[in-house]
């Protein structure tokens, strides 16, 4: 009687009915595997998916070059498949199943056997509607999750779609691609046809992240965007710096042409968000405002899909200040007092442009996986003039964290938006309190003002050849003079191209561990990094005892990173169990700095019980708050050690290939120090 309800609950929600009884022949989509890669064939013809997520403006997608839309859920899906079908729409639906992480418990029998009937019913009612592309099985169920018995309940309903449901493909959604679920899906989900991966700021890598971890099936990408809230620099009060609807334009054309136009083993993807939600901001992945305004990343959509531009183009939005400070200089401003303005736009078609401002307190009802999110109130009256492009806003005189958004309309329902977050403090906030002190001399440093290789009452060797769990391609050898020397005021780590043991390659890696320990303190390395494809120099650190577990459980501190194919662009990362890059949301910034490979500068970490910040040149570049949620998110309360190292190749510094002609490749490093906590 229970699972009799269940189902009725089920088809009276979603509103199944007989509204498309005449359009019950299905069309067959397979996976055909050519020489090259893969390729999805509907009704007998090749079809790459030139997708977007939500079933808002389908009008709009077709007329661009759209041929599909992806659901989260099968909510209204009756009334969004006669749409699409009238459109020449094909819609891969989205199954709603339970996630661990709101508290669903996949060791629990006779739940998992009610969420698969509930869902049978589903692809039942839907199974021959000729839009009908594909079944997506739950969106990020390995998001946050530890159970792996949801990959057995993935595969019992893929097996049932499969037993009652001939036509169409099965898949499951992905959060990053991670080699543990990669490695689960091949041994408990023998049933699905494909993967569906969902990444942001990684995209241009996922053609190669996907061959790293053995998949070798076809895929799709079923989310994909602008660079994701979890993955950008944030102010020090936490708030997270969101690219403007022009910078995002520029990072989707490329990261797609990247990746999703260039691999053939990717089927097509859907691009997030064909429409509007409040995730963080009110602007970060939707394409449109709230009153379905097109930003410049409709345009590169239509370019993407069509191979041609729109007619009319979007603003271009260039800049966005307030007292003359951009973002990305954590502007603070004084409660009550009145600060100046502007945003710099210019518009291709030269039409008349039309602005407004909004000021919102910063948002703090902040969930994860897209769950919903509460748009903050806008606050009125404090923007002089809210038609300017320069004007002047009255700082609130509450003091704590806002932001101040520009929209910049054309007249011809495009638009251009940025937002600024800032803070406001008085002198006695205690914003300012929240700065530690350092001592003025640092406690232990290497200054490498000796000759011969390094100093033994400061460093050993991590030593071999195994790939070092990135698929690098050197030997780290030990106390070798052709791969580490000190001369001349300086440390040089040389890798080679050379056959030793077994490797193409040989450098070393330098680790601090059992001599330099250290919890908490400012870390600061001044270094020149190497110029090359394959090259991947770091100096980084380590827990020194893994109190939480292997890697990521117990954390990693990155200080500084390059990679050679990306010249003079340089990393600042953490990573943690629930931020890491291996599901896709790892806690980094980059920056490209002038001749990071031909002059030194200075790198490091302030690292405190509140925060983790990075800086270049003393300038600050990345800021990761403690959110006091454990030591899934903050495992830095334990000591940490050095690492100095540089790699050949890898998963990250091999992906656009290995130039041989590069090597012999230098890392050099001038000092490297430690400056102790005093208020810890």
């Known amino acids: 009687m229970m699972l009799f309800r269940t189902l009725l609950y089920v ?10 009884a005449q359009k019950n022949k299905p069309i067959k989509t397979t996976v055909v595997q050519h020489k090259d890669g893969y390729t999805l064939m509907r009704g007998g013809k090749p079809y790459f998916i030139n997708g977007a997520g939500g079933s808002q403006y389908m009008e709009r997608l077709k007329a661009y070059g759209g041929n599909s839309i992806r659901t989260w859920s099968p909510h209204d899906a ?15 639906l989205g199954l709603s199943i339970q996630t661990e992480r709101h508290g669903f418990d996949y060791n629990n029998a006779e739940a998992v056997a009610q969420q698969l009937e509930a869902t049978r019913a589903v692809i039942l009612a839907y199974k021959d509607h000729p839009a009908l592309l594909a079944w997506g099985i739950g969106n990020e169920l390995n998001l946050h999750y530890s159970n792996p018995n949801v990959w057995n309940a993935v595969n019992d309903i893929a097996s049932m779609i499969h037993q009652v449901d001939g036509n169409h493909l099965v898949t499951t959604m992905l959060a990053g691609v991670n080699k543990k679920e990669i490695d689960y899906i091949k041994e408990r989900c023998p049933a ?108 590169v959509m239509q370019y993407l899909w069509s191979g041609n531009w729109p007619a009319n183009r979007a603003p271009h939005l260039k800049a966005l200040t307030l007292d003359g400070k951009q973002a990305s200089d954590f502007p603070v401003v004084e409660p009550g007092k009145s600060y100046a303005i502007a945003a710099s736009v210019t518009d291709p078609d030269g039409d008349k442009l039309v602005v407004r401002w909004e000021l919102l307190e ?39 964290a806002y932001r101040l958004f520009v929209y910049v309309a054309d007249g011809n329902n495009n638009v251009a938006t940025a937002n600024i977050p800032f803070y406001v403090t008085s002198a006695v906030d205690t914003f300012a309190s929240q700065t530690y002190r350092f001592t003025e001399h640092p406690v232990w440093a290497d200054e ?79 270094a020149k990094v190497p110029q090359g494809r394959g090259t991947w120099p770091a100096a980084w650190m380590l827990p020194s005892d893994w109190a939480y577990g292997d890697w990521p459980a117990s954390g ?27 599901i896709g949301t790892q806690k980094t910034a980059f920056r490209k700095i002038q001749h990071a490979t031909t002059e030194f500068h200075t790198f490091r970490v302030d690292w405190t019980p509140q925060y983790i910040r990075g800086f270049v040149d003393d300038v600050q570049l990345f800021n990761f708050p403690n959110e006091g949620k454990g030591y899934q998110v903050w495992p830095f309360d334990k000591k940490f050690h050095w690492l100095l190292n540089l790699a050949v190749g890898g998963n990250w510094g091999g992906q656009q290939g290995i130039d041989g002609e590069a090597f012999p490749a230098q890392l050099q490093i001038d000092y490297v120090r430690v400056y102790d906590l005093l208020n810890p």
Not at 11 to 20: E, K
Not at 371 to 382: F, H
């Open 362 to 400: 910063e948002s703090t009802d902040l969930k994860e996986g897209g769950d919903r999110e509460e748009r903050p109130a806008a606050l009125p009256g404090l923007v002089t003039e809210e038609d300017a492009m320069q004007t002047m806003l009255t700082a609130p005189k509450q003091a704590g």
């Open 556 to 582: 990693e501190i990155d200080i500084l990173e390059h990679v050679g194919y990306d010249r003079d662009v340089v990393h600042i990362s953490v990573h943690t169990e629930d931020y890491n890059h291996s």
């Open 11 to 20: 088809l009276l929600s979603l509103g199944i009915s007989t509204v498309f």
């Open 192 to 299: 699905l046809d494909l993967i569906a991966v969902q990444v942001y700021g990684s995209l241009a890598s996922v053609p190669q992240q996907i061959k790293d971890v053995g998949w070798d099936k076809a895929y799709m990408v079923t989310e994909w965007g602008p660079t994701g809230h979890w993955e950008v620099v944030s102010t020090p009060w936490g708030a997270a710096i969101e690219e403007t609807s022009s910078a995002k334009a520029t990072v989707y054309k490329n990261r797609y042409q990247a990746s999703i136009a260039k691999d053939q083993s990717c089927l097509g993807s859907y691009v997030f968000l064909w429409g509007q939600k409040q995730e963080r901001t009110p602007t970060w992945y939707g394409l449109f405002t709230e009153s379905g305004e097109e930003n410049e990343v409709v345009d």
């Open 448 to 526: 490498f003002d000796y000759e011969g290789l390094p100093d033994t009452d400061k460093w050993s060797y991590d030593i071999g050849g195994s790939g070092w769990g990135n698929n690098e391609l050197q030997y780290y050898t030990e106390a070798r003079p052709e791969n580490v020397h000190v001369a001349d005021g300086l440390l040089t780590i040389t890798a080679r191209k050379e056959a030793y043991e077994g490797s193409e390659y040989t450098s070393t890696r330098l680790i601090s561990k059992g001599k330099g320990d250290f919890l908490y303190g400012r870390f600061e390395v001044k």
């Open 78 to 92: 009756g009334r969004i498949l006669d749409e699409a079908y009238d459109l020449g729409l094909t819609v891969t």
